[in-house]
């Protein structure tokens, strides 16, 4: 009987408590920290897989648009998604040629031409940077014509300077370097001694003692200074008595050489008429 109390209390001490200290092999240990599933994107290992966010490879976000006019050299007139707007580029200021009390300022109708040749008509797209419109209801944007921004073209050719208003200025730098080699070129605007400068343009630099030949380091496919354009055979017999009918044919604006193109049709004598 002695033997049998022992032997069921060592049964007792074995199958009892002892349980309790033998370690659970299969379980996973939890890692406090956060794992990332993507460049940027932090998730916690309690998050599951439809709560977990993708970061996209280029996060430029583009809007569409239709280049229906071309104000001057870094303004347009653009519908998009059928709503009309006007758009000015950031970051770049061309020569003025439609401010009020201004005269049209050197390499200012060049800018409004290899602009309007370059875009007016054609679908673009649009990058903003961060303020959506300046304070005279323009849309900021950052231009683009198939896979070139045509802000930093118009920096590289010469017709714009480098125009800062933070915080719009994500390309600044980029766009500097741009301008620098512009200058060292004496491309364009930079053709003129100190005529550029960081608050606009002077245009005392432009007067007849210092002007020198506009044309002589802007390149596009217009026809040199010394050359005729060609006459178009029918310019002679196309005339407007006035603007409604120049619109109404669907002509405007008329450019100097254009058929049917006179004076009395451009109030401000800048080139252009009834734009």
Known sequence: MKKMIILAALIALTS??????????NQVPVNPVATTTAPGVAVSPAATASTIA???????????????RVVDGDTLEVTINGKKETVRMILVDTPETKKPNTPVQAFGSEASTFTKETLEGKDIKLERDVSERDQYKRLLYYVYIG?????????????????????DVKYV????????????AKLGIWSIENYATDKGYDVSKTKKDNTIDMNAKFETHKPA???KPKENPAASNVHYNNCTEVKKAGKAPLHKNDPGYSSKLDRDGDGLACD
């Open 16 to 25: 009892g408590c002892g349980g309790q200290s033998t370690p659970v092999t």
């Open 54 to 68: 993708t970061v996209p490879v280029d996060d430029k976000k583009f809007i569409n648009a239709k280049v229906t």
């Open 147 to 167: 896979d070139k921004m045509f802000n930093e073209t118009l920096l590289e050719k010469g017709l714009a300077r480098v125009a800062v208003f933070p915080p």
């Open 173 to 184: 730098d980029r766009f500097r370097e741009n301008q620098k080699k512009a200058q060292e």
């Open 225 to 227: 200074s010394n050359e």
